[in-house]
């Protein structure tokens, strides 16, 4: 069935660029997501990519769209310790059109 | 705005009781999911509701059920209730009208504890 992975862990030092990897199976969505979640909250939407571009850039973040090989990524330019937190990139995939989640990989920050 | 707001926060119950948990959209949207997070499955969805009506449903029991009223606010109910219903419950909502740009915004999610 469709699937999302994703490694489970990143660790990196304040100051230092974070890059999160997904690959996903189901290449029929239009729009990727990726969302953050801190400790005891829910969901909150980062930023998504169209799935006809390569790149987006957001402020500290960027995200790369590589089609052809379904993967995907975001990395945070100059990561602080408030970005720790877990990060899931999702897609609607499948015959129910819900969004399809990966573990989820949590990022942690250190001083 | 306000954003998607979700009553209770924490819930504690015991075996084979029931619960309902409440979901109160973005002002305007007419989708509502459900999600169960745990930490062995995941974020797993639960169904969807547009207009009133169930969209989409997962791969749950029929021990959990919906609905959506028609201010689109919607109720999730979990009957005999089992330890391992022991989750965070998501609620998103979305403008729901298809055409790919769907994003769902969640709220901060009931804790569901069965003893």
């Known amino acids: 069935g469709e699937d999302v992975e994703q490694s489970l862990f990143l660790s990196v030092r304040e100051g230092d660029s974070s890059v999160i990897n997904c690959t996903y199976t189901?290449?029929?969505?239009?729009?990727l997501y990726w969302y953050k979640q801190e400790p005891g909250a829910g969901l909150q939407l980062l930023t998504y990519?169209?799935?006809?571009?390569d790149m987006k850039q957001d402020q500290r973040l960027t995200v790369l769209l590589n089609k052809k090989d379904k993967h995907l990524s975001l990395r945070i330019a100059d990561t602080q310790t408030g970005d720790s937190a877990i990060y899931f990139c999702?897609?609607?995939?499948?015959?129910?059109?819900?969004?399809?989640f990966g573990k989820g990989t949590k990022l942690s920050v250190k001083p | 705005k306000a954003g998607v707001t979700q009553t209770p926060r924490y819930l504690i119950k015991t075996r084979g009781q029931q619960v309902t948990l409440s979901c109160s959209p973005i002002?305007?949207?007419?989708?509502v999911s459900w999600y169960q997070q745990t930490p062995g499955q995941g974020l797993q969805f639960l169904f969807e509701?547009?207009?009133?009506?169930?969209?989409n449903k997962g791969n749950f029991p029929g021990r959990f059920s919906g609905r959506q009223f028609s201010n689109s606010r919607s109720e999730m109910n979990v009957s005999t209730l089992e330890l391992g219903d022991s989750a965070l419950y998501l609620c998103?909502?979305?403008?729901?009208?298809?055409?790919?740009?769907?994003?769902?915004?969640f709220g901060a999610g009931t804790r569901l504890s069965v003893l």
């Open positions: 998103a909502s979305s403008l729901g009208t298809g055409g790919g740009q769907n994003i769902q915004y």
């Open positions: 189901d290449s029929s969505s239009t729009y």
């Open positions: 990519i169209f799935s006809n571009m």
């Open positions: 999702t897609n609607y995939g499948g015959s129910q059109g819900n969004l399809i």
């Open positions: 002002s305007g949207h007419r989708s």
């Open positions: 509701y547009f207009s009133e009506t169930q969209r």
